[in-house]
């Protein structure tokens, strides 16, 4: 459980996909102009990575390599498939608003880079805990991005307004180079936490080895 629990927290701040890998960032920054599109975008993502790392994984002893990436990239076209046409189907506006970013997550560096790397050498139930932790890594991103931006640029949360009347919206924020200002911001309050985590395990450590001794 523990080893399940140490590949699931990787994605989340050690190995983010968006603040310490730096993948995916396009499609990132652009759909992060509103809460509702970081929420979509996220769970479209984490399902799509999720469903391709159990198949590759599950059949990784009879994918030959020589054709490893065509296959991997037909498994990844399938569930993304299968996720823009829910979404059409039941959220048209969530899925006009993100345009061409749900059918370009087949090509996502993200999906590509976690069934070559972690997927094709796994156990499956490894790779559940290494999609739901880069899955929610990505989310949590994506929808922290998409408020401040939202909140800073149209003075609103998921479509709610919720600054006051008198509140000026900074237009800027949901302009690109806002977008890589937050996104900066986020990068240096990933490498915060990640340096409080890493100060706490060494005095747990210390602890550790003054009681053994």
């Known amino acids: ?6 590949i699931f927290k990787q994605g989340i701040i050690n ?7 730096m993948i995916g960032l396009c499609s990132a920054l652009a759909v992060t102009t509103s809460v509702s599109n970081g929420v979509g975008m996220g769970l479209a993502m984490t399902f799509v990575l999720l469903f391709s790392e159990i ?12 054709a490893r990436m065509p296959i991997f990239i037909i498994v990844i076209a399938a569930f993304t498939t299968i996720i823009d046409l829910v979404m059409k189907a039941y959220f048209p506006e969530l899925s006009k608003s993100m ?5 370009l997550i087949v090509v996502n560096c993200i999906i590509m880079g976690r069934v070559e790397a972690f997927a094709s050498k796994e156990k499956v139930v490894d790779c559940v805990a290494d999609a739901l932790g880069m899955g929610l890594g990505y989310t949590w991103v994506l929808v922290g991005i998409a408020a401040l931006r ?9 479509g709610v307004q919720v ?3 008198s509140f000026q919206p900074i237009l800027f924020f949901i302009l690109p180079p806002g977008g890589f200002l937050v996104f900066a911001l986020f990068i240096s309050l990933n490498i915060w936490l990640k340096g409080r985590m890493q100060k706490a395990e060494a005095k747990s450590a210390a602890k550790a080895e003054e009681v053994a001794a």
């Open 1 to 6: 459980m523990k080893r399940l629990w140490k």
């Open 15 to 21: 190995e983010n996909p968006l603040l310490m890998l």
């Open 55 to 66: 198949i590759i994984s599950l059949f990784r002893k009879v994918i030959p390599s020589s």
């Open 99 to 103: 345009g061409v970013f749900i059918p």
């Open 150 to 158: 939202e909140l800073l640029g149209n003075g609103t949360l998921a």
């Open 163 to 165: 600054m006051p009347a």
